[in-house]
């Protein structure tokens, strides 16, 4: 591998990213002190890098191109995933065990900083799981989701700070009223192409935002609004660090609820629909399924969710502002979706884990975040289009048929 | 009146460069039916080379016209070389995917290279300098129509026309066509659309980063964020006249410009992303082929 | 024998291109018809009028499900005239290459169940009953079609033969009264052509579906439909039971040009 002509390759690929990032690396100007500040260092560091990440980028095409012929030969490429089904569920069935023991027991083992972090995972978990429903099932590239969560999170702070509603209330409200946003965008722009719906919603998503911004007298503008009051229990008031362990739980329930229907919704008639609709639009209508409307329930269940988390967010922050639901924050959940893997309920939650608790450990990710989720969204698709874990389509039991008779 | 003058010339400006944006928008689209999302950015790294070219141009003591040449040059060569890589690591490996892997991988692209520009340069807005001279026998109008409005909606029209020779009348124009309308057929009648592409590319990149040099001499000022916004208006610039045709990118720019001009002198200035977005939206559920596009049937 | 497809000068253009002109049609219940013509004739064109995929210029398409009902069909959205009970398959295979064979099935029986949301989060015995019930009925069609060895293969990885049968069962799924197939014969060896044959007299004969398709293999056209159009530039240039139109000059100009005409 290591030969002349790779290293020709990977030369010159240094010596073009070299060329390509010199004034923006190696050059920094302040234009206001007219000082130059040359940074050879860096050129020094794309050169080293470019250089062995193309010995890395050759290699993964070649896998992935060899890959693609071993399927037209026939071969089956058995996911990492299938095989841990296929395998002893025994282990499966333990994996789950020790998970939700450690989920019971985390807000009491470790501080209510920990707690709060695992919150905000799981609240990802949702958003993904979501968003997954629009973007994996169906196939509808929604580049606006953080719109419906803003609804929610809004709802709970406007109809609180006006009518004294409680969270138990304004919960299911949010998440009608996610819904309800959800049609009203998808009800004329789902007929779309799916290229244009992508920026349509990315459109819808920035004209929420600035209308929050900007409409001072509904939303308090960019200074947002405080004071939100965190869930009750019965009534109960509980103090932060009880309140954060009750709001755990809750999202823990809230998350388990969302994996319960999301599966349930999988291999249901409508789930079925969602997947062949993203498979072949043309196709799909032509054997019967409406179009429009099996898009307009994937959009609208989808930015539920959304409009659920977004109640429970502004529950657990008690302050929210429009800065909290740019479109980063949709890039973050879509960049969850498409690592895990579209359309796998597990590979969502490991998702989730990754991208959200890495920058929140590893202190130099914070930093470059979002390049890291830039690069995470071309990466994959280019090598790993179905995520860590791609989705298995289930194997109905027949009578006298063994479900995989030809897998094995 | 003269407001209304001022607001009718202002869109112009305004339209002159989404037009010049959206050319962008619309030749990729038309070659590899694809919105790439991270053109915008390229018209970013084209106002940033520019800057940085300029101001190190400066330091070292070279004159007024030289440094307008020669910065303005090398932002061209480096946004072209941009869009030219970019095609190379996000689309190309790409080619034959559904149709959502290409679209994910562009938003990807357009994130990446927003936060590099952020993390290798800075947040913060810098003051871009004056690169157009003023002309004195603008004086005159300068309260409605300034040196600059003129320059940019001159080079506009001479770089249209530009692109039009190229398209209509050479060799290299005939290919692209051929590539846009059956990229198999071209394949055989012997055009290499591997290259075809990248020229879109390149070419759509340097109209892209002239866009930029020329607003960002305009508005002064520029930041690693201008590129999302401007990459989506001019995207409803080229959907507006009817993506995949370049006069009606022209005539789309033309109508934002004005819109968006109108809007804010009229309506409200707090919201003006708000109606550029809210057309696109409108746009596309009356008339999703545009104004001068046709109505495609899809190939079954 | 009742008329159950009518098309009455049906029009299609193309911007200039006029792929339809004025084209009519009859289909009476349990005909096998065959459309022919050269590439180009506006074979799959009409197909696509028909079906919902493109709104005609001009002209009528009636359907008539039951004796004494007839539905214009013209504009139409694709699912809703599947709904109707007509169903096609098309050209270059479309399944949902990334679902099984048997999901692939499973997708027909969606216009004939209605389970919605609700019912799939809580499972509650009619929507038990109704999935079992489309499982079953998408089984019992793999087994007729001889694919049910396929079940849990991912319609990607069939071979191309059996994609074409999957096509078919696909659509028959959607209990049609008529089936429209293009090209089913396309691609396949000479065993397999052999298979369609009987598989497509049997689905006349077994299910009472009745069948138009547009096929080139001559050899089978000639042998299983009881009349054949035969198009040429959007148009109808001749019709009739096979043995007529084997000798038909028209045919043999529009086919072979006018040198062979004798």
Known sequence: MLNVSEMKKSLLVSIWFMFLTFPIMVIRVNPIEKIVEWRWGNMFLVGIGSFILSFIWRYFIRQKESGLKKVEMGEKIIPFFEKLRSGDSIYLRSLCMTLSCAAAVFPFVFSTYQTTIMTTVLMYVVLGLGLNIVVGLAGLLDLGYVAFYAVGAYSYALLNYHFGLGFWTVLPLGAVLGAFFGILLGFPVLRLRGDYLAIVTLGFGEIIRLVLENWNEFSFGPSGIANIPRPSFLGIQFSLQQATVYQYF???GLALCTIFVVNRLQDSRIGRAWIALREDETACQAMGVDKVRTKLRAFALGATWAGMVGVMFAAKTTFINPASFTFIE???ILSIVVLGGMGSVPGVVIGACILILLPEYLRAFTEFRMLLFGAILVLMMVFRPQGIISNVRRTYELKGVPGRTLRD | MEYFLQLLLGGLTRGSIYALIALGYTMVYGIIELINFAHGEIYMIGAFTALIMSSVLTLYGFNEVSIIVLSSLIALIYSSAYGFTVEKIAYKPLRGAPRLSPLISAIGMSIFLQNYVLLAQTSDFLPFPTLIPEFNFMKNYEHVFGSTELVIVVTTVLVMILLTILIKFTKIGR???ATAQDKKMAMLVGINVNKIISVTFIIGSVMAAIGGILIASH???INFYIGFIAGIKAFTAAVLGGIGSIPGAVLGGFVLGWTESFATGYVSS????????ALLVLILIFRPEGILGKSSSQKV | MRTILEINKL??????????????????EGEIVALIGPNG??????????TGIYAPSGGDIFLSPEPDRKIRINSLKPNIITGKGMIRTFQNIRLFPNMTVLENVMIGRHCRTSSGILGAILRNDSTRKEESGIVDHSYKILEKIGLNHFV??????????????LEIARALATEPFLLLLDEPAAGLNARETKELDTLIAQIRDEEKISILLIEHDMKLVMSISDRIVVMDYGRKIAEGPPDEIRINPVVIKAYLGEEFVA
């Open chain 3, 152 to 165: 849990s293969e991912l319609a990607r990885n069939l071979p191309y033969g059996a994609q074409k049968k």
């Open chain 2, 175 to 177: 290919a692209m066509r």
């Open chain 2, 270 to 277: 707090d919201y003006e992303d708000v109606f550029a977005f």
């Open chain 2, 219 to 221: 508005i002064g000022q």
């Open chain 1, 330 to 332: 949709s890039a973050l």
């Open chain 3, 11 to 28: 029009s299609m253009d193309f911007g200039g291109l006029r792929a339809l002109d004025n084209f009519d049609l009859k289909m009476n």
């Open chain 1, 250 to 252: 809750l999202t823990i």
């Open chain 3, 41 to 50: 004739a506006g074979k799959t064109t009409l197909f696509n009028c028909a």
